[in-house]
Structure formats: structure tokens, C-alpha cells
């Protein structure tokens, strides 16, 4: 019996952050994808990570490059989210995406923006995790967007107690 139906539902249990990562190749083509498999790994060095399918158009652009910036979104940036995740479109047409750390394509009202350079890649089956070692990182206090059983959401905020 396949265990993958039930890892598949249950994986979609656990909430997780929503990011889009950028980067520009040699020739200055911008690229992105959207990825919820998306972490903190390290605190000195500051690294994170972010998992990436073999077979995704972006998989040579991101294992290959120098840098790669980190957008987590807002609660607000859902279409960027399903946008950066279809194939077969041009991802940066809505015109959304600014130079920002690095010159990075990025989302200004992104939650958070991480500058990184290109740590290591390792393998994680059908996917590459793709290390990065945090240069810059920029926060903007919107709230996460968060995706928990296929769907965005947003945090619940308790109001602070003093």
C-alpha cells in the first residue's frame, strides 16, 4: 500500500510560511517561484533554505546562481503566491516586482525580503534544497500570508495585552 496519499494529506496539515524567491541569470532574465518548503537552518551563519522541484523551469536558474532574494508575502499577496507558482507564463508581467536588495526582483510589501548568496544545494529526492546565506534581510511588519490543508490563510493576531 502507498504511504504517499496519506504523507500528501497529512504534509498539507502543517502550516507554512509562503515565499517567492527571485533571481536574475547572467543574461539579466529575471526568474521566481513560489515555495512553501521554506525555513531558517542556521543562525551563525545565518542561513535558510528553500526547496525547489528538479523538474521546475527555474530549477537550473536558482541551483546555478550567485544570489537569490527571498520574498515572504503578506497576508494581502495570495495571487503572487498562485502566480509564481503556474507554469508556463510570465511570472513578473503584473509589474509587482521591484529592484530591491541587490537589485533582486522584490516585493516591497512583502513581509520580510532576504538577501541571500547561493550557500550550497543539496539533494532531497524529487526536489533541491537551496541553501542561502542571509546578507541583507528586511522586515516591513505586514502579516504572513500562510498556507495550512491547500489554501492561504492569515495568522490570527491576539491583541497585545499590557
Known amino acids: 500500500m502507498s504511504v504517499l ?5 497529512a504534509m498539507a496539515t502543517v502550516p507554512s510560511p509562503v515565499a517567492v524567491a527571485t533571481t536574475v541569470d547572467a543574461s ?4 521566481g517561484f513560489t515555495g512553501s ?9 545565518p542561513l535558510i533554505l528553500i526547496c525547489l ?22 497576508a494581502g499577496q495570495a495571487e503572487v503566491a498562485r502566480r509564481f507558482a503556474t507554469s508556463g507564463i510570465d511570472r ?8 530591491c536588495e541587490s ?9 520580510a525580503r532576504l538577501s541571500c548568496t547561493l550557500y550550497c544545494v543539496m539533494d532531497g529526492g524529487d526536489h533541491s534544497i537551496v541553501v542561502g ?4 534581510a528586511t ?23 499590557v
Open 28 to 31: 539579466g532574465r529575471r526568474w
Open 139 to 161: 522586515l516591513t511588519g505586514e502579516a504572513p500570508l500562510v498556507s495550512c490543508n491547500r489554501s492561504f490563510t492569515r495568522i490570527a493576531q491576539e491583541p497585545s495585552v
Open 92 to 99: 513578473f508581467a503584473a509589474g509587482d516586482m521591484s529592484p
Open 5 to 9: 496519499p496519506e504523507f500528501f494529506n
Open 133 to 136: 546565506r542571509v546578507e541583507q
Open 103 to 111: 537589485q533582486l526582483p522584490g516585493l516591497p510589501e512583502a513581509t
Open 37 to 45: 518548503s521554506f525555513t531558517s537552518l542556521s543562525a551563525d551563519p
Open 53 to 74: 522541484g528538479k523538474g521546475a523551469s527555474t530549477h537550473a536558474a536558482f541551483t546555478t546562481c550567485d544570489r537569490f532574494l527571498v520574498n515572504v508575502l503578506s
